[in-house]
């Protein structure tokens, strides 16, 4: 079971009020006490980038977010268990109050990101594993390629409770350039805290763990610890939480304290970086955020924790090289290989090329350099009956980029007419996600798919234009495939 943790606060705080003072970002826009009162995070706006809040919903038509929340995925709707009308809407109120931390117009940090609202949790805060590993392979197969998005991830899983497969969808969204903020959690139970390293997705080296202080630099009472956490940020205390955006109507407000309102403020901060320098990878955005914050000022702190207070410090970061290109698409027709891949993040800098070598027996035996803006290319002249390797790496001014790894292709071969062939052999994905086909209609005397099993049917010679995509709803890639 998944849970948001404290998604209700002490009865003495949680009371309906105009938006008082936003102490929180007014924290973070200074090293040190005392507060100055001055809560603005300079010119930027996150306007461009978009914050996946995976969460209990959104209520879109909220005063704080003035038509920036766009409705995505909403699994307990679509599978009965919790629906909500429309889809995406929050029963629950977390959600709300997390999205209008990371980007509320008043409220947030990035006051004019969009909020993208993924539904997995139910109205008590509740969810199941799978459904939150189903709904993070549907961010990673729609945010757009090699541009920085956002996921803000406010809830936790013990890790016995199947948590580890939660860790690996994160690790995915990191490796294809989403920069991913998780809530350290709230504690046992009791409320007691504990190692934020036995908690599901916080003990994701690569993910942005984020725990809480109070009103006076102590640590929460209730935020884990421990070495996974990289970074602290307001989540509140019993003598102050945090007022952010809430459920009941468009200019309802709560208080509400926990880990998951200190995660999106660093959500938040991401957003802004990332529109400062949109290809900018999602590592080299997260590792400034801990290089930035504030060291040394947090008490209450474990022996084993690192003292680091998020500060929201908008100077560009300095370039790197480009990262690794992702979603690696392989079809085979004709005596070839046609391979296509989605671009990486350039590093801050434009890319200026892109190398695609094809091996066989570990030996480079083409090689293409692809011009910027173009994402496949053709190997010809291949051997029926061989598997080939491909390896993908881009370039900018600063260098080459992190290479691919090698990704063995099917065996080459021709479609004949007549032939009955499995899809798998004839494409290919490079991640777990399941590849879904079409047939366009443009082809039904050339070609046709046959169900239970799924196999594709050349009926005559021509062209066979199908669509291929990793998640249904997703805007697919378009193959042509010769039948001889």
Not at 137 to 143: E, F, I, L, M, N
Request: hydrophobic residues 40%; contains cysteine.
């Amino acid at each position: 079971m998944v849970a948001a943790g404290l998604s209700q606060v002490p009865a003495s705080l949680a009371l309906t009020a105009p938006v008082g003072p936003t102490w929180h970002l007014d924290r973070i826009n200074q090293p040190r006490l005392p507060l100055d009162g001055n809560s603005a995070l300079g010119p930027l706006t996150g306007a461009g980038i978009d914050i996946y809040i995976v969460d209990t919903g959104i209520r879109s038509t909220h005063e704080q977010f003035g038509g920036r929340v766009l409705p995505a995925i909403d699994i307990p709707t679509e599978n009965g268990t919790s629906k909500v009308s429309p889809e995406t809407n929050d029963c629950d109120g977390h959600g709300t109050h997390v999205s209008g931390l990371a980007a509320g117009s008043t409220v947030g940090v990035a006051t004019q990101a969009r909020l993208i609202a993924v539904r997995v949790l139910d109205c008590n805060g509740d969810g199941e594993v799978a459904d939150v590993v189903n709904a993070l392979k549907w961010v990673r197969a729609h945010h757009r390629a090699g541009v920085a998005a956002v996921v803000n991830l406010s809830f936790g899983v013990d890790l016995g409770d199947d948590g580890t497969t939660i860790d690996s969808e994160v690790q995915a969204l990191i490796d294809e350039g989403v920069v991913v903020t998780v809530a350290s959690g709230n504690g046992d139970a009791a409320g007691r805290p504990i190692d934020a390293c036995k908690i599901a997705p916080g003990d994701v080296p690569d993910a942005l763990t984020v725990g809480a202080i109070g009103v006076v630099d102590f640590v929460s009472y209730y935020s884990n610890n421990g070495p996974c956490v990289d970074i602290y940020a307001p989540g509140g205390d019993r003598l102050r939480g945090l007022e952010s955006a809430w459920k009941d109507s468009d200019t309802d407000y709560e208080f509400d304290v926990g880990t998951s309102m200190a995660s999106p403020l660093v959500a938040g901060y991401a957003s802004l970086l990332a529109q400062q320098q949109p290809g900018m990878c999602a590592t080299a955005i997260s590792q400034a955020i801990i290089d930035r914050s504030t060291k040394g000022v947090i008490q209450g702190m474990t022996a084993d924790s690192l003292n680091r207070l998020l500060f929201v410090d908008t100077t560009p970061i300095a370039v790197t090289a480009p990262g690794e290109a992702s979603h690696i698409l392989i079809t085979t027709d004709s005596q070839g290989l046609v391979v296509s891949w989605d671009p990486p993040c350039d590093g801050g800098s434009a890319l200026t090329g892109t190398r695609a070598s094809l091996l066989r027996n570990g030996k480079v035996v083409q090689r293409k350099e692809v011009p910027t803006g173009t994402n496949a290319v053709r190997f010809t002249g291949l051997k029926v009956g061989s598997k080939y390797q491909v390896v993908i790496k881009a370039t900018n001014a600063i260098g080459d980029g992190i290479a691919t790894s090698r990704i063995t292709t099917m065996p080459v071969r021709r479609i004949l007419v007549g032939q009955s062939i499995d899809p798998d052999a004839l494409a290919s994905l490079t991640s777990d996600l399941p590849l879904f086909w079409s047939v366009s209609k443009t082809s039904k005397k050339i070609c046709r798919l046959q169900a239970e099993p799924l196999r594709l049917v050349a009926m005559q010679r021509g062209t066979c234009r199908v669509g291929l995509r990793g998640v249904l709803g997703q805007d697919p890639v378009i193959r042509t495939l010769r039948i001889d």
